[in-house]
């Protein structure tokens, strides 16, 4: 009988040790989880935008004459001065008109002599009752047209030797030569755009916004801006210009920033990064039921359900996941803006469609470590 009860309590010690075993088995093979901590947003949005450094004032320069272009003396990224000549036209053509001009000047010039003559000889006659009025009067208007046919002949002759000049285009400012559209030997139109001279005495930066951001900038708000080229050396910029309509592919908006203390060595065509701290204007505007706290999470995060958009959340205390539905929109090429959430939830950010609801998993160490 002894034996018996001695046999029965060791087989329910050795039960119990094989339950406790079990059990610490089973919660090291519970899924171990990557996770963030929710700290909302209460305040202003922010943004980094890519952008270059561009000159205020960008000029497309075009001949006042059409020709055919003999020299071109500048190439794309020249610095040049005001009247250095950067291109030049052939200007037989011109000249030829020029002295046009001036042969039609003489005969008019002879046109004008002869009405005058003819009407002082004619006042004289006149005078002595030799002619009527009427043949008085119509020496007078001759002479009259002859002085307008002159006067018309000598704007036009003017006009002729001022395109002789234009057959050379001449820097107006100082500045660097962006692009060049024509080359020697191509006939021209007056007026048709042959290069882009960007005066470089003020530098600004271009940036494209999202259509979503831009209700989070303004004219002459200060934004934060470096350079890659610079070391990333960090300075301040005012919104000087933004465009009224979005581009009709990108659906992004050109933002100018004024730069009033550039930066020593800051060049045209300088790669520059801008960030933004937007007034959340954009959701000012919108009722408050859109408005409201968000978190920026890794596209990874979401987990899609038919149409809704849900994250997992862990249940501090039972360490378990549960689905809770979201609300998204775009923010840049691998995050978005989360709506949805409470301060200090913690959720899943990575390898979310393997896990299920109810399932317990673990904290990685460093998740441990940020929640606590």
């Given at each position: 009988m002894k034996r018996f009860i001695s046999f029965f309590l060791c087989m329910l010690f050795l039960a119990a040790l094989s339950g406790c075993g079990s059990e610490e088995v089973a919660t090291e093979n519970n899924p171990l989880?990557?996770?963030k901590t929710i700290s909302l947003s209460s305040g202003a949005s922010e943004g980094i935008y890519p952008g270059a450094v561009k000159g205020r004032y960008e000029t497309s320069m075009s001949f006042q004459v059409g020709g055919r272009i003999l020299q071109r003396f500048v190439q794309a990224g020249d610095y040049v001065h005001a009247g250095d000549v950067l291109m030049t036209i052939d200007s037989r053509d011109v000249v030829q008109q020029a002295m046009q001009g001036e042969a039609q000047v003489a005969a008019a010039k002879a046109q004008l002599d002869l009405a005058r003559s003819n009407l002082n000889r004619y006042t004289a006659l006149y005078e002595q009752e030799a002619v009527s009025e009427s043949t008085l009067e119509q020496y007078r208007t001759a002479y009259e047209a002859a002085e307008a046919g002159y006067n018309q002949a000598v704007a036009v002759a003017k006009q002729g030797k001022n395109a002789v000049g234009y057959s050379k285009l001449i820097a107006a400012s100082n500045g660097v030569?962006?692009?060049?559209?024509?080359e020697v030997g191509q006939v021209v139109d007056a007026g048709?755009?042959?290069l882009t001279l960007v005066q470089s005495q003020e530098l600004e930066v271009e940036i494209n916004l999202p259509e979503n951001r831009i209700g989070d900038v303004a004219r002459g708000q200060s934004v934060e801006v470096s350079f890659w080229s610079l070391n990333n050396q960090p300075v301040t910029g005012i919104i000087r210009e933004i465009?009224?309509?979005?581009?009709?592919v990108a659906r992004t908006y050109k933002i100018r920033i004024a730069l009033p203390n550039p930066p020593e060595g800051l060049q045209l065509g300088m790669t520059a990064s801008a960030k933004i701290t937007g007034s959340n204007a954009a959701e000012k505007n919108q009722p408050k039921s859109n408005a409201g706290d968000f978190v920026i999470l890794p596209m990874a995060a979401i987990y899609q359900t038919d149409d809704?958009?849900?994250v997992w959340v862990v249940d501090s205390d039972a360490m378990t996941l549960s689905l809770k539905e979201v609300q998204v929109e775009d923010f840049d090429k691998?995050?978005?803006k989360v709506h949805g959430?409470?301060?200090?939830?913690?959720?899943?950010?990575a390898g979310v469609h393997k896990l299920h609801e109810g399932t317990k998993v673990r904290l990685t160490n460093n998740d441990k470590e940020e929640k606590h």
């Amino acid at each position: 009988m002894k034996r018996f009860i001695s046999f029965f309590l060791c087989m329910l010690f050795l039960a119990a040790l094989s339950g406790c075993g079990s059990e610490e088995v089973a919660t090291e093979n519970n899924p171990l989880v990557k996770t963030k901590t929710i700290s909302l947003s209460s305040g202003a949005s922010e943004g980094i935008y890519p952008g270059a450094v561009k000159g205020r004032y960008e000029t497309s320069m075009s001949f006042q004459v059409g020709g055919r272009i003999l020299q071109r003396f500048v190439q794309a990224g020249d610095y040049v001065h005001a009247g250095d000549v950067l291109m030049t036209i052939d200007s037989r053509d011109v000249v030829q008109q020029a002295m046009q001009g001036e042969a039609q000047v003489a005969a008019a010039k002879a046109q004008l002599d002869l009405a005058r003559s003819n009407l002082n000889r004619y006042t004289a006659l006149y005078e002595q009752e030799a002619v009527s009025e009427s043949t008085l009067e119509q020496y007078r208007t001759a002479y009259e047209a002859a002085e307008a046919g002159y006067n018309q002949a000598v704007a036009v002759a003017k006009q002729g030797k001022n395109a002789v000049g234009y057959s050379k285009l001449i820097a107006a400012s100082n500045g660097v030569i962006s692009s060049v559209t024509a080359e020697v030997g191509q006939v021209v139109d007056a007026g048709h755009p042959v290069l882009t001279l960007v005066q470089s005495q003020e530098l600004e930066v271009e940036i494209n916004l999202p259509e979503n951001r831009i209700g989070d900038v303004a004219r002459g708000q200060s934004v934060e801006v470096s350079f890659w080229s610079l070391n990333n050396q960090p300075v301040t910029g005012i919104i000087r210009e933004i465009y009224p309509m979005a581009d009709t592919v990108a659906r992004t908006y050109k933002i100018r920033i004024a730069l009033p203390n550039p930066p020593e060595g800051l060049q045209l065509g300088m790669t520059a990064s801008a960030k933004i701290t937007g007034s959340n204007a954009a959701e000012k505007n919108q009722p408050k039921s859109n408005a409201g706290d968000f978190v920026i999470l890794p596209m990874a995060a979401i987990y899609q359900t038919d149409d809704s958009p849900s994250v997992w959340v862990v249940d501090s205390d039972a360490m378990t996941l549960s689905l809770k539905e979201v609300q998204v929109e775009d923010f840049d090429k691998n995050q978005l803006k989360v709506h949805g959430l409470k301060d200090g939830d913690v959720v899943v950010v990575a390898g979310v469609h393997k896990l299920h609801e109810g399932t317990k998993v673990r904290l990685t160490n460093n998740d441990k470590e940020e929640k606590h």
